[in-house]
């Protein structure tokens, strides 16, 4: 089932309604382009929506959709007596193999593709585990969007466990000054933040979090000079990094943090939590040695299925477990290049391909320059993320027009706006004329005139 909500209460009643129903939850941001809805309505055979009435026209044109509107069953519930309500629990035949919900996510084909997690893989993350203690009286702070998995942590961590879940609002968490005071108003204990999120609350507010008793952060590499500096002014009862793809279920591995030193340069992402296995392995899928690097698998009971109606990736992805005795145990290719540390803790430190991580959103560069090939005023483009401050990532585009036409940054922009979410347009398109690459290029053509291939080479 679809779910079109704004991050609220509703957000949290439209998916435990689903699940009880006996579904699986699809969410669907209201803020990404129509286009975009579309196409995740009509890959994840999407037969019934759950929504909000206000967020509901994109949908309209779906004739066989089935809509829900959750303000009118609110209504309904409202006018129904007590002794018209039915108490019995709802009978359905899910198990923990059954699926929980779809997230979907970039895809290095041009097209996003979708995550199918089950019942075990949520359970595993946030009941019996390693990393955390949920207690009662804790309160959880839901700040992440229902289509990123870091709520599956926020909202089931809460259910599951019978602690409070608090809403925090979207503009109260973009100003880390007023985010701040509501953890402080909200008497907040746990909470999870992307690691960009956490450096602007770090850098302006370091004593935000000291009333805590957990604050866990990751999605990208970490400052230590910030992490430093809340452990200094203001540090929580436990600081984790996490480190964890949405195929794995929002959390794979963690590091308590307790000092940094100045000469700190990278945090561990740590050891794997409960219930699930971990192996750094060469091209040969052969063990690799402390302190060598390789490519991270992830196994155990937090894997996703694999990604629906995608059987080749999957099966490219996810491949059968060389060291379980189960046929049917599967290990997912991360695609993070990393190595033991000589404490047995894992130390993150390059992708191999071309996904990256910006503000902790996860992004296939290949999935912007697929959209913009398709533009008819292009002949060539290019996609890069440049860092030209420490911290400050940014997605750049680089492109080619094509011969008789004149291209505008402007265009290319609204462009991608009508295909991409908006943090997967680039803050910068430029002409490959101011490329810094050409002028490498250019500057090596001219010292070394004699070059055979200069000919070929179009500067």
């Given at each position: ?294 490519e991270l698998y992830v196994g155990g009971d937090g894997l996703a299925q694999g990604y629906f109606q995608r059987a080749e990736v999957t099966a490219e992805c996810f491949i059968p ?51 913009l090939s398709q533009h008819p005023d292009l002949k060539e483009s290019t996609v890069i993320v440049r860092e030209d401050r420490p911290g400050d990532k940014r997605l750049v585009v ?62």
């Open positions: 089932m679809g779910l079109c909500v704004e991050r609220s209460l509703a957000m949290v009643v439209g998916m435990v309604a689903i699940l009880k129903a006996g579904g699986a939850y699809v969410p669907l941001d209201p803020a990404y382009p129509p286009e975009r809805l579309a196409f995740m309505v009509q890959d994840a055979q999407i037969s019934v929506l759950v929504g909000q009435a206000n967020l509901l026209t994109p949908f309209l044109e779906h004739k066989a959709l089935q809509i829900v509107v959750l303000e009118t069953g609110s209504e309904s519930l409202a006018s129904t007596t007590a002794s018209q309500e039915n108490l019995n629990n709802l009978v359905t035949v899910t198990t923990p193999e059954s699926l929980a919900y779809i997230i979907y996510t970039s895809g290095s084909t041009g097209k996003p593709k979708g995550v199918t997690v089950p019942h075990r893989a949520v359970n595993r993350l946030v009941c019996n585990t390693n990393y955390i203690d949920f207690q009662m009286g804790d309160r959880i702070a839901q700040v992440s969007n229902a289509s990123f998995d870091a709520a599956t942590f926020e909202v089931w961590g809460a259910l599951l466990n019978g602690v409070q879940l608090v809403g925090i609002d979207r503009e109260v968490s973009l100003s880390p000054q007023s985010f701040a005071e509501a953890l402080k108003t909200q008497q907040i204990t746990i909470l999870f933040l992307t690691t960009a999120l956490f450096n602007q609350i770090a850098n302006q507010v370091p004593d935000a979090f000291k009333a805590m008793r957990y604050l866990l952060f990751g999605g990208e590499i970490s400052n230590p000079t910030l992490v430093k500096r809340v452990l200094e002014q203001g540090a929580p009862q436990a600081l984790l990094h996490v480190y964890g793809p949405t195929e794995n279920t929002a959390f794979t591995t963690w590091y308590p943090i307790q000092t940094v030193t100045d000469s700190t340069t990278n945090l561990p992402i740590g050891k794997p939590i409960a219930n699930t296995q971990v192996y750094i392995l060469d091209e040969q899928l052969q063990l690799t040695p402390m302190g060598i690097p390789g477990d060389p060291f379980s005795d189960n046929p049917l145990a599967r290990l997912y290719r991360t695609g993070d290049w990393v190595r033991y540390r000589s404490d047995g803790d894992i130390e993150f430190l390059e992708r191999i391909d071309h996904q990256v991580k910006i503000r902790g959103f996860r992004i296939e560069l290949g999935e912007i320059e697929a959209v680089y492109y080619v027009p094509q011969a008789t036409q004149q291209v505008t940054p402007e265009r290319l922009r609204h462009s991608l706006a009508a295909k991409l979410p908006d943090y997967m347009v680039p803050g910068f398109l430029l002409p490959w004329s101011v490329c810094p690459l050409r002028r490498m290029a250019r500057s090596i053509v001219e010292r070394y005139p004699a070059l055979p291939s200069t000919q070929a080479i179009a500067l």
